[in-house]
């Protein structure tokens, strides 16, 4: 029995032998499987980005695009508008080169500084009430102080050199003002 055993356990000891390459070979394809899986997934997600990549340097440059467009086109409206004050100068300029009223040019300057303001004003623009005021850095460059010639003006602004503006309650133009002391 002992050369049935031995050839017993010959045959156990190649069967596991097999069992083991079997399961190597069966180890060493998944692992492939995996790698190539992996692989594959790794393509498929590189891909994505690139194309995500893509599509967001698209936005970025057709929204820098607008903007430079809505830059260009914003002061088309005012412009518009202004054209009739300007018309309106050259109506005055060519009809008083001869005029020896000076009253009737007073008030046709007026009218069209009248509506130079009002198309200013309808499009947000707003005069900015410095005199009397007391001093704001905020809102006035201080570009003089003189004596206060009243003892209520100590501190508040005297006069307007410029006047200061807002546009839509931003200050757009600082009023420069002479301070009293």
């Known amino acids: 029995m ?23 070979a069966q180890d060493s394809n998944e692992q492939e499987q995996q790698e190539a899986a992996s692989e594959a997934n790794s393509d498929e997600f590189r891909d994505k980005f690139v194309r995500l990549y893509a599509e967001f340097e698209n936005y970025r440059r057709r929204t820098n695009q607008e903007r430079l467009d809505l830059i260009a086109s914003a002061n088309a409206g005012l412009l518009k508008d202004m054209l009739s004050v300007l018309d309106d100068f050259d109506r005055a300029v060519a009809n008083n080169e001869n005029l020896e009223d000076i009253e009737a040019l007073r008030e ?22 410095a005199k009397g005021q007391a001093f704001d850095s905020d809102l006035h460059e201080a570009i003089a102080n003189i004596p206060a010639p009243e003892e209520a003006l100590k501190g508040k602004v005297v006069d307007d050199v410029e006047k200061g503006y807002y546009l839509n309650d931003k200050v757009l133009r600082y009023a420069k003002v002479v301070v009293g002391q």
């Open 108 to 129: 046709g300057f007026k009218l069209i500084q009248n509506k130079f303001k009002q198309i200013l004003l309808s499009k947000g623009l707003k005069e900015m009430e």
């Open 2 to 24: 002992s050369v049935e055993n031995e050839a017993h356990e010959e045959l156990n000891q190649e069967a596991q032998e097999n069992q083991t390459q079997e399961n190597e």
